[in-house]
């Protein structure tokens, strides 16, 4: 059995991969972020507003920028943020055709 994801890693991809460094997100990025969010009352499946995390993003910078770092070294994600509302988006041609969509996660 396979001990952890770096052994899982090594017996599908023997290969050897260039190391990796890890930059961290700064709280300036996060609140970048937030300011940049269009201002809508819609909830999310979180049930949080965008314009919540816009009007408080200044407030809560440094907690989300501690969670993401720590999400980032730890190479854990919680699960909730795991899931997205996919839709299909037309693109041209015939409605009918799917292949005329494609997926918009939000």
């Keep these: 059995m396979i001990q952890n994801r770096s052994d899982w890693l090594k017996k599908y991809y023997p290969s050897e991969f260039p190391p990796m460094q890890i930059v961290p997100i700064t709280e300036g990025e996060i609140r970048s972020i937030t300011s940049s ?17 816009k009007l408080c993003g200044n407030q809560i910078s440094k907690s989300l920028t501690f969670i993401c770092n720590k999400s980032i070294t730890m190479g854990v ?21 799917m292949a005329n969509y494609r997926p918009i996660s939000f």
């Excluded at 969010?37 to 995390?53: A, E, N, T, V």
């Excluded at 994600?77 to 055709?97: C, M, Q, T, W």
């Design 37 to 53: 969010l269009m201002s809508k009352h819609s909830l999310g499946y979180d049930g949080i507003s965008s314009k919540i995390l």
């Design 77 to 97: 994600f919680p699960e909730r943020l795991k899931y997205a509302i996919v839709i299909p988006l037309h693109k041209k041609g015939d409605v009918s055709n």
